[in-house]
């Protein structure tokens, strides 16, 4: 089933493409001996560089039991199972934060937060391995369709330490909460820098509060190739949610930070035994 979709939707989309750019070739071609992987990728391609155009309901109808045959497929880690930062001997705020390495697309939790860029659109290079490209494929093209809505309705950029939210699609997580985090050209944030990535972590906790979320998972934003430190931007996010947490003790927001690599992680726990309320007894789960 899912191999017939997928030669279907790269019909269309490759014949869509070219139209949009005629006399260029869409993104390659296909040998005629493609392995249903290949075109799988293709797909992902052609859908990566798409501008936010609608679909037709046809086609829509495709993309979507395409996309939900491979959710169904991907397998999912509920937010309740995961233990928290108190089984590592942490106290205080951070005691009931979870951190967990692992794929956010396949977090069942009410919202994950993106690490956006200001076009809000999602990035556009194929095969790319950023949390944007990441979340945007596995949420189908209906993400960049709305936050395209959200960009059209606001009409300018989205500042740095702001926050959107929007629906999650093909998610596990019912929301997406998109914040731009500050650029760290030279590796070195200043002060500013501190604010705005801090600025980034409030904005999407109140917007997970104000959307009656009650469980969160954050990437390490900034971390990439916005050129934040990791262990710096560890300090930041974990200061920033013990504070949120400790003003909104009411709220029962459970927080996760999900890792990426070892090296994030690594950094995590650096900062948690840095500080002052840290008391591990173990290392959290990886």
């Not at 459970?254 to 002052?276: E, G, H, K, M, N």
Request: charged content about 15%.
């Amino acid at each position: 089933m899912t191999a017939a979709l997928v030669d279907e939707l790269v019909d269309y989309f490759q014949t869509e493409a070219a139209g949009l750019a005629p006399g260029l070739p869409a993104h390659g071609t296909l040998p005629d001996d493609a392995t249903p992987a290949q075109k799988r990728e293709h797909l992902a391609a052609l859908l990566t560089v798409r501008p936010p155009l609608p679909i037709p309901a046809p086609v829509q109808a495709s993309l979507d039991a395409l996309l939900d045959a491979e959710a169904a497929a991907r397998p999912l880690v509920e937010v309740n199972d995961l233990p928290t930062l108190a089984a590592s001997g942490i106290t205080g705020p951070l005691a009931q934060v979870i951190l967990w390495q692992g794929d956010i697309t396949t977090l069942r939790v009410d919202a994950i937060v993106n690490a956006a860029n200001s076009q809000l659109l999602g990035c556009f290079v194929p095969g790319h391995l950023c949390i944007d490209n990441v979340i945007h494929a596995a949420a189908g093209p209906g993400l960049r369709q709305e936050c395209n809505e959200l960009m059209i309705a606001q009409g300018h950029p989205e500042p740095t330490g702001s926050a959107q939210l929007t629906d999650g699609y093909h998610l596990p997580a019912r929301h997406v909460i998109h914040t731009v985090g500050p650029i760290v050209a030279d590796h070195q944030p200043t002060r500013e820098h501190a604010a705005l990535l801090a600025s980034c972590y409030q904005a999407s906790l109140e917007v997970a509060r104000r959307a009656g979320d009650r469980s969160i998972a954050f990437c390490s934003i900034s971390t990439g190739v916005f050129g934040y430190p990791v262990l710096d931007a560890a300090r930041v996010a974990l200061t920033t949610i013990g504070t949120w947490l400790t003003a909104n003790p009411d709220v029962g927001m459970r927080v996760v930070i999900d890792t990426f690599s070892d090296r994030d992680t690594d950094a995590y726990r650096q900062a948690l035994a840095d500080a002052p309320h840290s008391s591990q007894s173990e290392a959290p789960q990886r």
